[in-house]
């Protein structure tokens, strides 16, 4: 499964880097900070059951997960640790959740009277409650703790046990530090009103950007997703400490031509050749989760040189000039992301090409591409 001449595009995962990224979390959230793998969607694209291999042995603090479908394919996987899951929970889904020793994360009042009655058929479960401090998508009002915070313990009653509470930083990717100086201040504000002692809490806010940028924000747990898959977490320009590369994307070179002056390239001819030229039609396109805005904007490597990405992007094919290189074959590897030679695109760069985000580039790629495990560079 792990031979890539067997494919026509593929994603190789380099498991060796992804076990550094976390351990550089931890070394940067500090001895006494837990640290709780972010694996939805997939592992970010990257493929669960691989991930989760390669970071058990590093005994985790656990992993989160969005939804219930997700945690319970952890379970699936042998994962004994306690998995969060991060969202709120529609009531359907309550049951499944509670069966499979998943933990609740909690937004309203009705939340937790849901999660207590399942409770009951299965004694044991914990949450952590959601704490709104800005991001505004969950949680409880920051401001409205003495409020809501009795009625919870009693709804909750001896039934469950409320084991965390967290909120979620919206611009620790940013330059500037004072949005989330300023959340985390509400937070701890919120934390000081609570009718539960501290100790038996644990705290947590810091994403990937936080947790490696201000481990000051730490608490008792972070909380790392992109950085561990090799995504800068901060936005471009922004000092941040860089993670290594995880993910090498790739398509074998379906056919090279040499393209007469006058030929148009792609679905609305948006590129015609002025002169000769010599095109290449690489195997991967849309329907692999290749962004199609690349069309003569993107670059890929091939023999180590970067070639532009001419015309639109096709569902299936991408062409690229490889006008003066006339060693480049059928069959040739082409890097989308990763090191060709002495050249490298990384996750980041790709995204900005696509005006996008590292997290909307890893987890679009389809099923389409195979997950090439590598356990050495």
């Known amino acids: ?26 070394r940067r959230a500090g001895p006494n900070v837990g640290v709780l793998p972010m694996v939805k969607a997939d592992a970010y694209g990257l493929g669960v059951g691989a991930v989760v291999g390669a970071l058990e042995p590093l005994a985790p603090a656990g992993y989160g997960v969005a939804t219930t479908a997700e945690g319970i394919e952890l379970r699936e996987l042998g994962v004994s640790r306690e998995v969060i899951v991060f969202s709120p929970m529609p009531p359907q889904d309550v049951a499944r959740a509670a069966a499979h020793g ?74 500037d530090r004072a949005a989330t100086a300023e959340q985390w201040a509400r937070f701890q504000d919120a934390l000081a009103r609570l009718p539960v002692v501290r100790d038996q809490l644990i705290v947590h806010a810091a994403n990937s950007a936080a947790a490696v940028r201000w481990p000051e924000f730490a608490g008792d747990l972070v909380r790392p997703g992109i950085f561990l898959y090799g995504g800068q977490p901060a936005e471009p320009g922004v000092a941040c400490v860089e993670p290594e590369g995880v993910v090498a994307v790739q398509a074998r070179t379906a056919l090279a031509r040499e393209a007469p002056p006058g030929t148009a390239a792609g679905y609305g001819a948006t590129h015609v050749s002025r002169g000769w030229a010599r095109w290449a039609t690489v195997a991967i396109g849309y329907g692999d989760g290749l962004p199609r805005c690349l069309g003569n904007q993107g670059q890929l490597l091939v023999h180590g040189r970067r070639v532009p990405m001419i015309g639109r992007i096709s569902m299936d094919m991408t062409v690229v000039d490889i006008t003066g290189l006339a060693e480049v074959a059928v069959g040739d590897v082409a890097t989308i992301i990763g090191q060709s030679g002495s050249e490298r695109i990384t996750v980041a760069e790709l995204a900005e090409a696509a005006g996008t985000i590292s997290y909307e580039i890893l987890t679009g790629f389809t099923p389409r591409l195979a997950r090439l495990e590598r356990e050495h560079e």
């Open 1 to 26: 499964m792990n031979d890539p001449t067997r494919y026509r595009a593929w994603i190789e995962v380099e498991l060796e880097a992804l076990r550094r990224n976390f351990q550089l979390v931890r």
């Open 102 to 175: 998943l933990t609740a994360t909690v937004s309203d009042l009705e939340a937790v009277a849901r999660w207590a009655e399942a409770g009951r058929a299965r004694p044991g479960l914990s949450f952590h409650v959601a704490i709104d401090t800005g991001m505004g998508r969950e949680g409880f009002d920051w401001r409205e703790c003495l409020n809501w915070a009795p009625e919870l313990v009693a709804r909750a009653g001896d039934v469950v046990r409320w084991s965390g509470v967290y909120t979620h930083f919206h611009s620790s990717d940013s330059a």
